[in-house]
């Protein structure tokens, strides 16, 4: 019997073919280390091709799942344990895997006809090129027809089976409950009563081989994490910001419409909303980018909160409705999923390097709110902030996801919905003859003193007829106009009502728990994971770091400047080449130094602790040049 060994984290990584259903066997997984209780954080990595060839490397699937027994916020960097399918999965991913680490293979994909696929001359599990890891070579696909031979399924459909196998051989390596898997399958496969039963057969051959095989003289436990009292679910990023724009378009009492052509990797989105419309929630799948942004702009004239989801190129193609939102002036709330550009890039996997694009990729001068969310639970706040904002200030907002955030999961504790506050749509009611020329007009474009939003009128209400459209308006009457004074004030009104925005952003608060850091660490979207990793294992080094993290790029947060103002370093993890830090640089005339890395994958959160290591030993010698090392007016801004 194997010894129980308790561990506080652990990395695994299920890689295979496409097909070899990698993405469902890592999902289960984390299901059920979720039920357990233990923090957790994915990363799931999808073949950016549709149909790859069978066993080649551009056609590697992978899941990777960190679970712990404390607060996590990356899906780790290197894997403790690899699970490949073939010999490109093992290809694919054996760089990213640390010395000492365990892989599992399935020998029977191993032929020499898969190894050649993959430029292998040798069979790895032959020769001396894996001596570093423990490989665990087992014949899966040959274990898995055999234990399901009684089903009478054909050698394909039967060797399908073999995540499941995986699956139940790491269930009991881990020590994970089975009962959540085996109902899972049963319902998931429920009309197939061959094909539900060989899988759970699979699955409970796998793990009673893990009981009975000496391949694993040690089994692992890791404890519940401790959280907050509450109730918790396992989200998405995607998920949350379907959820959020639901809840935003209620706390403003508003119908919730969206207009959304599918693309990668934004399109859950628009399957989860097509399913909630008990909740007010009208979507419409359109023929294009370009329509879908233009039925979200036509809700909103009606009434209701548009919304558009859409990724890079999309953004590119919306461009000019975007444009008329901000004309117009009506609340649109868009979601940009990043993907690896430019053009169609890499659809599957993740980068940040829209912000530019979102910032200024309107003709004219058309500015507009810029939000990002940090995490995949944090995506559900965001969207809620930006619908009010779209609804408070009449504008169009952009919000920021991208695709590592979009199907990443961690835990989310559900929210108490009666503490979220409302959303004040303050639809014009009447004309106000005493606002206007003492004519009694209604003045579509008279200003909320405070925010500067405009009227929202909505049609058929009597007494508000108005203009509306791309042309330039009057103020106040909202008549078409040409005149150069009058074109000027309102370009002004139109950038200073976002700019005013800022009043409604709270001021950043610095994370320096020790005091007197000299190098801050400044990053946005979902950086803030591999970040914190990486500024928590450099002050467990007993270095001194501080960190803060944007959600509001547009307009920035009050105290920022004099936040930046404070440290001898400033660096900006990104994965884009330094946009966000030019825009601090042009802003606040701030050396802020760019960390570029645009790989398709998330920061390495290992490589980052190193490098600011490094920058922390460069900065030991300015460090004693200062008589005094506090800066002025440190402590009033962290």
Excluded at 104 to 124: H, I, M, Q, S
Excluded at 219 to 229: D, L, N, T
Excluded at 410 to 426: G, Q, S, Y
Aim: with cysteine.
């Amino acid at each position: 019997m194997a010894q129980v060994r308790t561990i506080d984290r652990v990395v695994i990584r299920f890689a295979g073919d496409s097909g070899d259903g990698m993405q469902l066997t890592g999902d289960r997984f984390t299901h059920d280390s979720a039920a357990l209780g233990n923090d957790i954080s994915t990363l799931p990595n999808f073949p950016a091709e549709i149909r790859a060839p069978q066993g080649t490397l551009p056609g590697v699937s992978s899941f990777q799942v960190h679970f712990a027994d404390f607060d996590i916020v990356t899906p780790g960097d290197r894997p403790d344990i690899l699970v490949a399918m073939n010999p490109a999965a093992l290809k694919a991913n054996l760089t990213d895997v640390r010395r000492g680490a365990t892989i599992v293979v399935d020998t029977a994909e191993f032929t020499k006809r898969n190894l050649a696929k993959v430029g292998y001359d040798a069979n790895p599990l032959d020769d001396d090129s894996l001596t570093d890891y423990q490989v665990v070579a087992l014949d899966l696909t040959g274990m898995t027809v055999a234990a399901v031979k009684e089903f009478g399924l054909t050698r394909k459909e039967a060797s399908r089976a073999k995540n499941m196998f995986a699956l139940g051989l790491l269930t009991w390596l881990y020590s994970r409950p089975t009962e959540p898997s085996i109902d899972f399958l049963a319902t998931k496969f429920a009309k197939r009563a061959d094909i539900r039963d060989a899988n759970i057969t699979a699955f409970r051959t796998g793990y009673a081989y893990g009981e009975t095989t000496e391949a694993f003289a040690v089994r692992y436990e890791v404890a519940p994490a401790p959280m907050k009292p509450g109730r918790y679910r396992q989200i998405s990023g995607n998920l949350a910001t379907a959820y959020g724009l639901i809840v935003g378009a209620h706390k403003a009492g508003l119908d919730l419409f969206l207009g959304s052509y599918p693309i990668t990797p934004a399109s859950d989105i628009l399957h989860e909303l097509s399913r909630r419309k008990g909740f007010g929630v009208t979507t419409f799948q359109a023929e294009d980018e370009i329509a879908g942004v233009g039925a979200a702009l036509g809700a909103s004239f009606a009434g209701a909160l548009g919304v558009t989801t859409t990724s890079g190129p999309g953004i590119a193609l919306k461009a000019e409705t975007i444009g008329l939102a901000v004309m117009t002036e009506l609340p649109l709330v868009v979601v940009d999923v990043q993907r690896a550009g430019p053009s169609t890039g890499m659809p599957t996997k993740t980068e940040q390097a829209d912000l530019l694009q979102v910032m200024f990729g309107r003709n004219g001068e058309a500015p507009l709110p810029v939000l990002a969310a940090q995490s995949p639970s944090d995506c559900f706040n965001t969207a809620i902030e930006a619908c009010r904002i779209a609804i408070t200030y009449r504008t169009p907002v952009i919000m920021l996801s991208d695709g590592y955030l979009a199907n990443g999961a961690e835990p989310w504790r559900l929210p108490d919905l009666d503490a979220i506050e409302p959303i004040d749509p303050n639809f014009a009611a009447a004309p106000n003859a005493t606002a206007a020329d003492g004519s009694g007009r209604f003045l579509p474009y008279q200003r909320d003193p405070e925010t500067l939003a405009r009227a929202w009128a909505v049609p058929g209400v009597p007494g508000l007829e108005h203009r509306i459209g791309g042309l330039e308006k009057s103020a106040g009457l909202g008549n078409v106009s040409y005149d150069p004074a009058n074109h000027e004030a309102m370009i002004h009104v139109r950038r200073d009502k976002v700019a005013g925005i800022v009043r409604d952003i709270p001021d950043l608060v610095v994370d320096d728990p020790s005091g007197g850091a000299r190098l801050l660490v400044i990053g946005w979207g979902s950086t803030y994971g591999p970040i914190t990793a990486a500024v928590r294992r450099v002050r467990n080094a007993g270095g001194k770091v501080a960190q803060v993290h944007l959600r509001h790029l547009n307009p920035f947060p009050a105290n920022l400047g004099d936040i930046l103002g404070c440290y001898d370093r400033v660096i900006c993890p990104e994965m884009n080449l330094g946009q966000l830090a030019m825009l601090l640089r042009a802003a606040y005339l701030v050396d802020v130094q760019s960390y570029s890395r645009v790989r398709g994958l998330p920061i390495s959160l290992s490589e980052l602790a190193d490098d600011l290591t490094a920058e922390l030993a460069s900065l030991a010698p300015l460090a004693e040049a200062h008589d005094d090392p506090a800066a002025p007016g440190q402590e009033d801004v962290r």
